[in-house]
């Protein structure tokens, strides 16, 4: 017997020729088929033996069936994968439209829930969740890997999706995600839907619930309400729950073999993929989601404010002695006047400013600083004798040249004098100090005028050009020269003794 198999056209064609009368030999001329092969066809032999390979063939391919249940649950797992999986163990198995169509055969023999249509209303709904499944980049300064929760939200009406990946899951970057999911759209929804998130909700209850804070502020700044699923309810919100299994299969597959060493470039590839998904055609329609949701979703959303929603936290804080606040999230210092010693504080915060209130009155605001165990002083918060010490820790040769390169050449001279009159420089910052105020107690020009006197006559210290000053023989000219007397190591004067 021939190994062979034909179509079963042809196994109707052999039996129709024999009902008209054709002999073995002209249907095996007319269908090509070997007058044997025609033989057994119709004697029922080989007919009997393609149904006995075809049973075993499907017997095989079923055995899977529970295997592939398994597996299609799994993030990225398609039915091309498992038929792929199934024809390297079965090379002569069953072709993907035959296998599809028998595994559909399968699933409509189970048991089946019924499934109740929604209809969505335009604008009125955002849902959000987060992807079972995080993303994550290589940083390049530690060469560890850095998870990042990923944020889904979808328009259901109009199936117009938003994915981003997170720095984390805390809730000052979730509603940065949200102002940018806005942004993409574009414009803002009636109502924000999401589940039971510790970011979102205090207290969850059948029938009332509790905003945190930071939610609330969030929905009032953006003008939209937000809502919350019931408990242990995800299908309340199966659009998103529905885009979050989109997204493995049009973001996650395509970069499970590519590497990223920034949120940011991997949020950029994630827009990439996005775009091309709100683009592609829906299934059954000639629209993309983007063309559904520009036509029909967007006018009914409400137009964004002019800046976006910077979270604002509060914290409480006691002034300590050394006139500062912590604000222990960062456990960063920030200073505020020192008269409120001693006095408990509120801070009020976002990602940019710090600012520290007693009661209504705000005594300091500060740019908000990420330093741990770092400070942040102003000046204006210290008692004058920390100022005068705090001022003395900026001095150096450097600052004290460009102080005499504001007055002229004789100052900058004179100052070079001072500086080089000592064996270390810092014992003569206090002269620099002292001819520093001479010259803004009297102006450059007669300063520098002094200090050419005391150049001229050989002379180069602070009570010399004080003296001059004192006196206004810098503004008696030349004749003035010689009564100065020349410096020398046994003179003193009364600036030896301040």
Known sequence: MSNKLISMEKVTLIKQLQAQGHSIRAISRTTGVHRKTVTEYLSGVRLQDETTAKDERLSALASYFPYFDRELSRVGVTRQLLWEEYREVHPDGYGYTQFCEHYSRYLQSLPREAVMHLEHVFGDCLQVDFAGQQLSFIDRSTKASVNCPVLVCVLPASGFTYVEALHSAHADHLFCGLNHCLEYMGGVPRNVLSDNMRQWVIKNARYEFTFTDLATQWAVFYGTNLEVTRPRHPTDKSSVENHVHISYLRIYAHLRDEIFHSLEALNSRIRELLDKHNDCLLSRRKESRREVFLSCEQPHLSPLPKDAFVPKRTTLAKVQKNYHVELGEDKHFYSVPYRYIGKQTKLIYDSLNVEVYIGTERIAVHRRDYRQWGYTTLAEHMPEGHKYYARTLTWTREYFEGIARQSGFFAQALFKKVMDSKKFVEQTYRSCTGLKRLMEQYGRERFENACKMAIQAGG???????????????????????????????????????
């Open 460 to 498: 180069g210290n602070y009570g010399i050009v004080a003296n001059i000053l004192k006196n206004g023989r810098d503004q008696n000219g030349t004749k003035e020269l010689a009564v100065i007397i020349p410096e020398h190591e046994n003179i003193r004067g009364e600036y030896e003794y301040a």
